[in-house]
Nanobody, 125 residues
Framework: QVQLVESGGGLVQAGGSLTLSCAASGRTFSRYAMGWFRQAPGKEREFVATSWNGGRTYYADSVKGRFTISRDNAKNTLYLQMNSLKPEDTAVYSC???????????????????WGQGTQVTVSS
């Protein structure tokens, strides 16, 4: 069982930056593939980024070059550094943990077993 708690969301102007954190319980954090997803009002949950297989990372095209996912296994914490934010980045951001796949990055919500409650990110124009 893994419990995930996100923090760091808020209101920011377009072009600004935010860093989200996801604190995980349990002693096996390093073994999990970790992902960030987001969901805007009226839209389906969308993959943002994943950290998997010993530190490899993969990003959705919409955030590539602007967002950076990282993890500190000693602190059981996942991060999402978000730069050059756009109004279309406005959403509830959630972190998730799953067993992952050693050969490819997992991008579907159904690939993840544990979810945080989410944190709101609002980007004003």
């Amino acid at each position: 069982q893994v419990q995930l708690v996100e923090s760091g969301g808020g209101l920011v102007q377009a072009g600004g930056s935010l860093t989200l954190s996801c604190a995980a319980s349990g002693r096996t954090f390093s073994r999990y593939a970790m992902g960030w997803f987001r969901q805007a009002p009226g839209k389906e949950r969308e993959f943002v980024a994943t950290s998997w297989n010993g530190g490899r990372t993969y990003y959705a095209d919409s955030v590539k070059g602007r967002f950076t996912i990282s993890r500190d296994n000693a602190k059981n914490t996942l991060y999402l550094q978000m730069n050059s934010l756009k109004p279309e980045d406005t959403a509830v951001y959630s972190c998730a943990a799953g067993v992952g796949n050693p050969y490819y990055p997992t991008q579907q919500p159904t690939d993840y077993n544990y979810w945080g409650q989410g944190t709101q990110v609002t980007v004003s124009s």
